[in-house]
């Protein structure tokens, strides 16, 4: 499995841990006890070897040394612990060669801790306590035996604990390292695949992206999304789905190797970096990744899945931007892949223009989100004038301002919020917004529901009514803000609602137990049918307006606004025609006798509050 230039330590494992905690706490009694005990056998040979003061003076010393080791070991100070408990160890063994050259023998077996210390770095933790109890049982009665018989001896006494403790510290630094190299894995590697995580992912693109601007080299990123996963979550829940993220991880990874790198970037999303690639080489291992998912077969119970991909390449060189763009333009590639029909690989050209505007939505949709964050919607509204009798409307009608004041319309921003689900985000925002501000913006007369009561017509997209959530959010702020029956007739577009006719229809009838009406907009655009108009509880229908606009030059439009009105009427709905632009075609409409008519010619858009 690749994993890049990072460190890929094991996993961390409870039990081992705990087993090292035992170690250290039995080697940290065994120190508490030998050094204050060096220390006495030190100072009881003042009373039994003459002239011994001066070498007392220094074995004081190494002791007290070897204490500040101690400390800094039990401070975290690890290797300096043992670097200093190192040095005074050889220092005490040399002055044992040297007082007694007897000793020779002995101190090759005081060392030995010394020695394993570094074998120790290398070998199972659980050997450890073993070792440190064989090393003891050795050189205690060793040492003990030349403490009554000299100097040197005694220094030999230092010798042993001296060691004792330089094992602990080199001990204590493996197990901190280990620590630390299982928290370098954490925050580097995916939790669920093993894999590299996005952020580990983007710090390795990021030293491509410049070695690509520094070298002259080439390399490639291939951003993958799987097809059809979606059906695995939903028809098997998301045990499965993970299972089946864990077993492909494992699959490609075999597959990808040093020093290209594999990782998972989010959800069923996943990543590879090809080091020092042509195109035609990444476009030879996009195929190869591509077959691999084809070929790859997911059992769970007694289903089995067969998935694909889509696949986005983009190179890195040196005229690539930092890693958001080069991410995002892999992104925008792979999205093209799976517009096309998925199981595709889309290379990515600045000069595309379908990836253009791919790229124009994605930096809308981020302006979208931030123009919510920071309260930059604003509401228009437009007259839909009565023209039987009755009284007028309005449309509701939302619009975006920039950082700069200026007012965006929906056209630049609304394809974005579709395309990235961000609708009911805004239709949430309109909703709460219309029903919080009715009384403050209706005249007194209206308000109470008297009559004359006017009537806000709200958009809804059909990702909205698709929310199961959405139908409570709507009667909750209903109630919460006291709106009069009748003030409020959302629009739901034909599609939408042909796109779950019974979901939309349920939807209608729920709300219009609260009051509100409804209005099916831009009817005509789709593959109309007046045979759902008598399963759909609304109380209108909106002629879209293409038919609309040229119906005073067209007798085709004119016939077809004359029928849908026709039918209409005999189901008993309203009649709205927008789009009226002329006062021709406002004649035209009123020979017909539509109820409601619609446009620049009767009214402009002006902000709601200025009604």
């Not at 060392?111 to 120790?120: A, H, N």
């Amino acid at each position: 499995m690749s994993r890049g230039s990072l460190a890929t330590p094991m996993k961390p494992d409870v039990s081992e841990q705990n087993v090292e905690r035992r170690q250290i706490q039995l080697l940290a009694l065994l120190l508490r006890i030998l050094i204050p005990g060096g220390a006495i056998l030190a100072i009881a040979q003042l009373a039994f070897v003459p002239g011994f003061f001066p070498v007392f003076l220094v074995m004081m010393g190494a002791v007290a040394c070897l204490g500040i080791a101690f400390v800094l070991t039990r401070s975290g100070n690890y290797r300096l612990g043992a670097i200093l408990t190192a040095f005074i160890t050889l220092a005490t063994a040399l002055g044992s060669v040297f007082a007694q050259p007897g000793n020779t023998i002995a101190l090759a077996f005081l060392i030995l801790p010394v020695m394993f210390s570094s074998l120790f770095l290398r070998t199972r933790q659980t050997a450890i306590v073993a070792i440190t109890v064989v090393a003891i049982a050795m050189l205690l009665p060793i040492s003990v035996h030349f403490t009554y018989s000299g100097i040197g001896g005694s220094l030999a006494f230092l010798v042993v604990f001296g060691s004792l403790i330089t094992l602990e510290n080199w001990h204590r630094a493996h197990v901190e390292n280990d620590r630390r190299q299982k928290l370098l894995y954490a925050a580097t590697h995916d939790s669920l695949t093993g894999l590299l995580n996005r952020r580990a992912f983007e710090e390795e693109l990021n030293a491509l992206s410049e070695s690509a601007v520094n070298t002259s080299a080439v390399h490639a990123l291939l951003y993958l999304d799987l097809d059809e996963f979606k059906i695995v979550n939903d028809t098997c829940g998301h045990t499965a789905g993970d299972e089946l993220l864990r077993e492909l991880s494992l699959y490609l990874s075999e597959h990808v190797h040093a020093p290209d790198s594999l990782a998972r970037l989010g959800g069923d999303e996943f990543g590879v970096l090809l080091m020092n690639s042509t195109k035609d080489k990444a476009m030879a291992m996009a195929n190869v990744i591509r077959h691999l998912v084809s070929n790859f077969q997911f059992t769970w119970g007694e289903r089995t899945f067969r998935i694909g991909v889509s696949v986005g390449l983009v190179m890195i060189d040196r005229s690539s931007e930092g890693v958001g763009r080069i991410l995002s333009s892999a992104d925008e590639a792979c999205y093209a892949a799976k517009s096309g029909g998925g199981r595709r690989i889309y290379v990515y050209s600045e000069t595309d223009d379908l990836l253009a505007l791919r790229h124009k939505e994605m930096v809308a949709a981020a302006e979208i989100n931030q123009a919510v964050r920071e309260n930059r919607l604003a509401l228009y509204r437009q007259t839909i004038s009565a023209r039987r009798g009755g009284d007028d409307h309005y449309e509701v009608l939302l619009r975006l301002q920039s950082r700069t004041g200026e007012i965006q319309q929906p056209s630049t921003f609304i394809p974005a919020a579709e395309r990235f689900n961000l609708m009911p985000i805004l239709d949430r925002w309109v909703v709460d917004f219309v029903l919080k501000s009715f009384s403050s913006i209706c005249p007194d007369k209206w308000k109470n529901g008297r009559e004359g009561t006017p009537v806000f017509a709200v958009n809804l997209s059909g990702q909205s009514i698709s929310d199961e959530n959405f139908i409570d959010f709507i009667r909750d702020r209903l109630h919460k803000y006291g709106t009069p029956n009748g003030a409020i007739c959302f629009e739901i577009t034909e599609t939408a609602v042909v796109a779950n006719l019974d979901l939309a229809a349920n939807f209608m009838r729920e709300l219009r137990l609260e009051g509100c009406h409804f209005s099916l907009d831009d009817f005509g655009s789709g593959l109309s049918s007046f045979g759902y108009l008598k399963k759909l509880p609304v109380d209108s229908i909106k002629i879209d307006g293409q038919f609309v606009a040229r119906m005073h030059q067209s007798n085709a439009d004119r016939e077809i606004v004359r029928a849908i009105h026709s039918v209409s009427h005999a189901l008993g709905l309203k009649t709205v025609a927008e789009w009226v632009s002329s006062a021709e075609v406002l004649a035209e409409l009123d020979e017909i006798g539509l109820d409601f008519a619609q446009g620049f010619h009767i009214d402009e858009p002006q902000p709601l509050k200025s009604l």
